[in-house]
T-cell receptor, first 112, second 115 residues
Framework: KNQVEQSPQSLIILEGKNCTLQ??????????LRWYKQDTGRGPVSLTI?????NTKSNGRYTATLDADTKQSSLHITASQLSDSASYIC???????????FGPGTRLSVLP | GAGVSQSPSNKVTEKGKDVELRCDPI?????LYWYRQSLGQGLEFLIY????????KSGLPSDRFSAERTGGSVSTLTIQRTQQEDSAVYLCASSLAAGAYNEQFFGPGTRLTVL
């Protein structure tokens, strides 16, 4: 069964600190992996996308990594800001149709 | 418009009533998706429209759920005889075209509460 798991379920950090969120998946065949940020009461917004041939992608203070062999991805946030408080969702896609598998998300809270 | 819009933003209804949720996709986007997000759960795919093709309804949880997309633009998700387990946030997304590489742009969602 195609699944995406994320850890931790929730995370609290102090402003200015770094953190890393994890995503493990069993989706096969694999096309690409996206990380989304979802602010409370809003729809998810794409941060990064990686295909199987890419192992790192950056978007400002966000850096995603992908190991297609172990089927693991991480999202590293550097120098966190209060506005980083949100849910971060890992989404893995197969190559056909609408085969998007969403993880349950990690809820990040950045405190002053 | 600048993005995907959904209405209403919140809907409270009584068990057994019918509800209609509306989605206005980004102009020119041919693909439109409906998802359901329950508390603490990942997004659950409901239905997908691509151009004039027959929709992919494989995610609809029961025959109480239906959706249509008129003129390739606005979409309406209808839930008949609502049940308490239907309470969730219903998200709509659109993309320029179908396929895994096309970014989905999400609306803010409709929060449905069935009493």
């Amino acid at each position: 069964k195609n699944q995406v798991e994320q850890s931790p379920q929730s995370l609290i950090i102090l402003e200015g600190k770094n953190c890393t969120l994890q995503c493990n998946y069993t989706v096969s065949p694999f096309s690409n992996l996206r990380w989304y940020k979802q602010d409370t009461g809003r729809g998810p917004v794409s941060l990064t996308i990686m295909t199987f041939s890419e192992n790192t992608k950056s978007n400002g203070r966000y850096t995603a990594t992908l190991d297609a062999d172990t089927k693991q991805s991480s999202l590293h946030i550097t120098a966190s800001q209060l506005s980083d408080s949100a849910s971060y969702i890992c989404v893995v896609s197969g190559p056909y149709g609408q085969n998007f598998v969403f993880g349950p998300g990690t809820r990040l809270s950045v405190l002053p | 418009g600048a993005g995907v819009s959904q209405s209403p933003s919140n809907k409270v209804t009584e068990k057994g009533k019918d509800v209609e949720l509306r989605c206005d996709p980004i102009s020119g986007h041919t693909a439109l998706y409906w998802y359901r997000q329950s508390l603490g759960q990942g997004l659950e795919f409901l239905i997908y429209f691509q151009g004039n093709s027959a929709p992919d309804k494989s995610g609809l949880p029961s025959d109480r759920f239906s959706a249509e997309r008129t003129g390739g633009s606005v979409s309406t998700l209808t839930i008949q005889r609502t049940q308490q387990e239907d309470s969730a946030v219903y998200l709509c997304a659109s993309s320029l075209a179908a396929g895994a590489y096309n970014e989905q742009f999400f609306g803010p969602g409709t929060r449905l509460t069935v009493l």
